[in-house]
Each structure stands twice: as C-alpha cells, then as structure tokens.
C-alpha cells in the first residue's frame, strides 16, 4: 500500500469506531420485528434516515468549501452520541422513533461524508479509488463484527439496550479522536457557480449513467441491510452473522490486496461484469437452506460491495472539478443513500403485499443486470477521462469552471 499523510490513519480509526457503533443498528429490524413491527413499518423506520441523510448531504456540499471539515466531522459525532442515546428509551413502537431516525440521518451524513471528503481532500486523484478503498475497509468490516457480536449478546439474553450502550461508547472514542487532528479549510463557498459546475456534468452520459449506477447500487445494499436478517431467522435455521462474516472477509481480502489492479482497470467494463456478480447473488437467494449456500451469497456480495462502492465513488469525484471534489463525494454518497431509502421502502411493501422476500432480491437481481448492461455498453474510455481529471485537464465543460 502506498503511504498516505498522518490524518489518513486518523481519520480511519476514526471511522473505525464510528461504524463500530454504527453497525449494531444492522440488528434494529431484529427489535422491531420483536416488539411486533410489519415489514412495511420495518422498511419505512429503518430508512427514514436516508431522506435526512439526503437532505443534510446536499446541505453539505454548499457548506463544505470555507468550513473546516474537522470541526464539521465532530460536530456530526456529537449529534450521533445524543441520538445513540436515545434509543436507550426505546421499548415499544413509540411515536418517536421516526424523530431519532431523524437526527441519526443527519449525524450519520455529516460523519460519512466529511470522514470520506478529508480521505480525497488529502490524497493525489490518481490514487482515491485505492485510498478509499483502503479507507472504506474500517466501514465494512463492522458489518460483520458488529451483527456478529450483537447476535451472541442477545442470544445469551442481553437486552438490545447493551448494543445501544456499546454504540455510544465507540461513537464517543470517535469524538475524541478528531482532536488528534489538523483543521481544515478550503477557500470560500460560492454556491451559484460551484452548482452550476455540478449541473453541467450531467450533460455528459458518463457521469448521468454511473450516478444512475449508483442509485441501483445502494438500493441493494438498503434491502440487503434491512430484508437479509429477517429473511434468514424466518425462512431458514441459519445464524445471519455466516453472510455478514463471509461478505465482509471477501470484501477486506479485495481491498487490501486487488485495489492496485482494480484502479487501473477499464472501468466499464470491470463495473458492467461487478453489476452481473451482484445480480447472480440475489437470484442464489431464491435456493436458501444449507450454510455453504450463505457462505456463497456471502462470497458474491463481498466480491460486488468490495469493488463496486471504492470504484463508483473514485470515478464520480474525479469526473468532477478538483475544487469540487468534496462536493461531489456529498452528492455521491445522497444518491447512494437515495437508492437504500426507495428500495426498501417500496419493496418493504412489495414484502408484506407477496408474503415473500424474494420479492424484494429477485426485483434488485432485475436491476443489478440492467445497470451492469447500462455500464458496459458507454461507449467513451472512462480511464481515460480519470487520467484527464487526475492531471486537472478533464474534457468535461465542468472540469474548466475556476
């Protein structure tokens, strides 16, 4: 791996300990199906966040240039400790649990995107999609310690309210390490013409289609997030923790040991035949059963995250101006998080309306083909337009704006 400036390392056990906490929330669907939550509530509750998250995303991109990053990562720390803490109160299907799914949106945007803008802001452009690969494994991996240890801690007759303290707790060694950080700033907002910049951009059929992409890519993993647990305890004898454990597994070998390969292989491509990966994945959801079907599933979700989130969000902020490269990240990371909210929540219905998960994966396995298909039939040479942006003399019109 290459060597990255101190704040690199920081900022990345930072966001370690900050998805520590963050992944036993994967079990939240657990609780509320025990306190006798339909799916459909189960799908609106779960990504509620996601509209805040989208709200507070784009708010971030006109806030992000004249305000330091640091101080605005730490701020979304302690919103995310109050709002941690509040689940603690929760032992019914009260009113307020859409309010604290509320403030988690917001503070979980504001740590995400401001975590992954310092992670670009402090690495040369030809080497984001390694370095947020690398960067995205303290991330992923919680998906499987996290669920992992949540799973054995109630099985053994803890309350939820222990993973909720276990949250607080690491989200709390977050806060704390942003003080072992430089500030940082960069030159002064100028929302009309850096908007503008950001509009122009999709006038280009490159850029339109991989945020399309992405869009189908994060709703997905919102309906794999929010189906999968509930899908496993009710339709087989399986622990869900094999798929959280193999998928992550999978994904940390890819990104510790394939990014280098993976930067420099022809986008399209390699996008399109990941796209493919993901599709046969949700339709080998259709043959549940055996532990070596899981582990198999967990293998091929490993194999599509692993790739396709490090090489989606690399190849969208260098399309962009290198000034606005943290805006860009924010606008990435929105549609993501708008594809999670509008699949699970229509697909929460289609759930509960068909009786039957499979529902849900086999509508995602339609979608994963025909992304896949969009990708790999773009006829410009996407590498070559990243190598245009890493040198600053990108052809888009956007690229040209001061």
């Known amino acids: 791996m290459k060597k990255y400036a101190p704040i690199f390392y920081v900022v990345s056990l930072s966001n370690l300990c900050f998805f520590l906490g963050n992944s036993f929330f994967i079990l939240l669907p657990v609780y509320l199906k025990n306190l006798g939550a339909s799916e459909t509530y189960i799908g609106i509750i779960n990504n509620i966040d996601k509209i805040f998250f989208i709200i507070a995303a ?3 991109g006109s806030l ?27 032992d019914s299907l009260a009113w307020y649990i ?8 917001i503070g979980f945007s504001v740590a995400m995107i401001m975590g992954s803008t310092i992670v670009f802001e402090s690495v040369a452009p030809e080497d984001a999609t390694e370095a947020i690969g690398i960067y995205g494994i303290t991330g992923a991996i919680t998906n499987a310690v996290s669920p992992a240890v949540g799973e054995l801690l109630l099985s053994r007759g803890c309350p939820h309210q222990v993973l909720f303290m276990l949250s607080c707790a690491f989200i709390a060694a977050s806060l704390v390490l942003t ?17 503008a910049s950001m509009v122009l951009l999709f006038r280009q ?3 339109a289609a991989y945020i399309l992409a992405t869009f189908i890519f994060g709703g997905g993993f919102g309906v794999i997030i929010t189906f999968l647990p509930n899908f496993i305890r009710t339709d087989t004898a399986l622990n869900y923790s094999w798929f959280f454990v193999t998928y992550t597994a999978m994904l940390v070998a890819i990104r510790l040991f394939f990014m280098k390969p993976i930067a420099t292989a022809q986008t399209n491509l390699l996008v399109g035949a990941i796209f493919f990966v993901g599709a046969v994945m949700n339709m080998l959801l259709n043959f549940h059963g055996t532990v070596a079907w899981l582990v198999t599933v967990g293998i091929l979700y490993g194999i599509t995250h692993g790739v396709l989130y490090p090489v989606l969000n690399a190849h969208v902020v260098n399309l962009a101006p290198l000034q606005e490269r943290g805006r860009a990240n924010a606008f990435f990371s929105a549609v993501f998080n708008g594809g999670m909210m509008v699949f699970a929540f229509g697909l929460g219905f289609a759930i509960d309306y068909f009786r039957n998960y499979l529902a849900a994966f086999n509508f995602c396995a339609i979608a994963s083909m025909a992304a896949g298909i969009m990708i790999a039939l773009l006829h410009d040479k996407t590498g070559t337009d990243a190598a245009d942006c890493r040198h600053g003399t990108s052809t888009n019109k956007a690229s040209t704006s001061p």
Not at 68 to 82: A, E, K, P, S, T
Not at 98 to 105: E, N, T, Y
Not at 179 to 195: K, V
């Open 58 to 60: 784009f708010a971030l």
């Open 205 to 207: 059929p490159t850029f």
């Open 98 to 105: 859409p309010f604290i799914r509320v403030l988690h949106g």
């Open 64 to 90: 992000i240039r004249g305000h330091d990053r640091v101080r605005m990562l730490r701020q979304g720390y302690v919103l995310l400790l109050c709002t941690y803490g509040s689940y603690l109160f929760i």
């Open 179 to 195: 003080f072992r950080m430089p500030l940082l700033s960069q030159g002064r907002a100028d929302d009309t013409e850096t908007w």
